[in-house]
Every structure is written in C-alpha cells, then in structure tokens.
C-alpha cells in the first residue's frame, strides 16, 4: 500500500515530466479550428469502430474506441488552450484541470485511463487477453465522446479561465 508521501511524490514526478519534456504539457492559445480537428478525428474513429465492431476485430476495435475518447478529450485541452503530445500526459492532467475543477465527472476521467491500459495490456502483451472488456469499452465510446462533445460546448469563458491557471499553479509550483 502506498503512503500519501509516496503517492503525492508520484503526481509530483508525473507532472514534472510532462511540463519538462519538449512534447509535455504547454499551455496555448485557445484553437476553435483544432478544435474542431479533433472532434472529427473522434468521430472518424467512431465510424471505423462500427466497421471493426462488423468485422470483429478485437484490436481495432480498442484501438479506434480509445482514439475516439482520446481526440475528444483532446479537443476539450485545445478548447481550453492545452498543447500535449504525450498520451500519458495528456491523461495525468485531465483529473486535476477538468475533474477536480468539476468541470468533467471523475467516470470520464476514469474510463479514458482504463482503455489507455487495455489498448496498452493487449498491444504489447497478451492479444487474447479481455475480449468483454474490449467489447465493453467500445459501447461506452459513442455515449463518452457525446458527453465530452456538450461539454466543450458549453464550457465557460470562466471555466477556461480556471483551468489554465491552474495550470499556471502546477507548472511554477513543479518547476
């Protein structure tokens, strides 16, 4: 089990990495146009996942459904001004931008993380591994990349404002 120390000294050595790394976390200008780039990059995906849902792929179809979250949750950091050419990074910073400034629900947050480490688990390990589970996060995908959809459409001048200065906070306070 770990201690706070050592789970809080984790986060700290996450977010250090990724403000560090030349394709880490940087904060931008907000970008409507890729924006909108990524939200149909999402959708392309869901698109290809029904074709693989029809063929039975098991590895396309985690594959495009994790991309399809992934450009979505994407478009939501462009939305805001958040560059990040670090999958993993881009993931880490979703809980304390969006989640812990209740901007996203903790379950968004979640889902992307587990089907990062199932497309992960599968890719680079065992190819029969967790077939329900491939299957259960590609019904999840659609209903996932809507709720993410309404919330880049919605989201406030305000909102926006808070996050990026909170990631202000994290990168002074890390670096």
């Not at 849902?53 to 001004?81: C, H, M, P």
């Not at 497309?119 to 390990?125: G, K, N, Q, S, V």
Request: net charge positive; glycine share 2%; proline share 2%.
């Amino acid at each position: 089990m770990k201690s706070g120390n050592t789970t809080m000294k984790k986060k700290k050595d996450n977010f250090t990495f990724c403000f560090k790394k030349t394709k880490g976390l940087r904060l931008v200008e907000p970008n409507s146009n890729l924006v909108e780039v990524y939200i149909r990059k999402s959708k392309s995906a869901l698109n290809m996942l029904d074709s693989a849902k029809e063929k039975q792929e098991n590895e396309w179809i985690l594959d495009t459904s994790y991309y399809a979250k992934y450009f979505i949750v994407y478009a939501l950091f462009r939305k805001v001004g958040i560059k990040s050419g670090i999958h993993d990074c881009t993931i880490f910073a979703l809980k304390p931008l969006f989640v812990d400034e209740s901007i996203i629900c903790n379950e968004i947050y979640e889902e992307l993380k587990k089907s990062k480490e199932l497309r992960i688990d599968i890719l680079y390990y065992d190819k029969s591994f967790g077939k329900e589970q491939i299957i259960e996060r590609a019904k999840i995908a659609p209903e996932f990349c809507l709720e993410v959809e309404e919330i880049i459409e919605k989201i406030s001048t305000e909102q926006i404002k808070r996050v990026r200065e909170k990631f202000k906070v994290l990168k002074n306070s890390l670096i």
